[in-house]
């Protein structure tokens, strides 16, 4: 992948360093290069970013390759075409890999390149896989995998019984009784907040013990 050109560098320079002197154009030179490098991009690559830009600013690999439905060697050719072009960096090894967009700028622009109906599947798409993955890793005997799932997810839709009595029962697992109740409390509160409702009979009963 060629390096990035001089006005390239040089817009991105006076963004970096905090000239604002022509911040619109600066903004739209580098829109439109990235844009031009995105339509470059191989067509599996090109479906990576996407679902990254969905995902991110920080993309969990696990996650991506659930998502892309890719063959292992796929995904990290394409993951690979993507540091190459300066879409995407790796951030994290441990406790899974995870590779972050090096700008906001070109999540933006990424994101910008799906139409408002694929964003609202992948929207959902991410959900449900972020609560699949979680089910996994606590019939795996790893509870502490599934409760990192489980609040990525509550972080977009915290009214989601079904994540939250999962994660409740993930701290139960833990041994983490004091959370699992303030989980159940914090529930109640945005619930009661947002909604009216009150907890289900179901999820009460996974707590009914402790309070």
Not at 75 to 97: D, I, M, S, Y
Not at 113 to 136: G, Y
Not at 140 to 163: I, K, M, Q, Y
Request: glycine content about 4%; hydrophobic content about 45%.
């Amino acid at each position: 992948m060629p390096a990035r050109g001089s006005a390239e560098e040089l817009a991105w320079a006076a963004v970096e360093h905090g000239n604002h002197a022509r911040p619109l154009l600066l903004r739209d030179t580098i829109q439109a290069v990235l844009a031009a490098r995105l339509d470059r991009l191989p067509p599996e690559a090109k479906h990576l970013a996407q679902i990254a830009a969905v995902l991110g600013p920080e993309v969990p690999v696990p996650l991506l390759h659930r998502l892309a439905g890719l063959p292992e060697e796929v995904l990290q050719r394409g993951l690979a075409h993507l540091q190459a072009a300066e879409f995407l960096v790796e951030t994290q090894l441990f406790p899974e890999p995870v590779s972050t967009f090096k700008h906001a700028l070109t999540q933006d622009v990424v994101y910008g390149s799906l139409l408002q109906e694929r964003r609202r599947v992948l929207h959902a798409q991410i959900l449900d896989a972020l609560e699949t993955l979680a089910a996994h890793a606590m019939a795996r005997g790893e509870p502490t995998a599934g409760v990192r799932h489980l609040r990525r997810l509550l972080a977009v839709d915290p009214l989601r019984e079904s994540a939250r009595a999962c994660l409740i029962r993930a701290h139960l697992a833990e041994g983490n009784q004091c959370e699992a109740l303030r989980e159940f409390k914090r529930f109640s509160h945005i619930l009661k907040a947002e909604l009216g409702l009150t907890p289900t009979p179901q999820l009460r009963r996974l707590v009914e013990t402790l309070l």
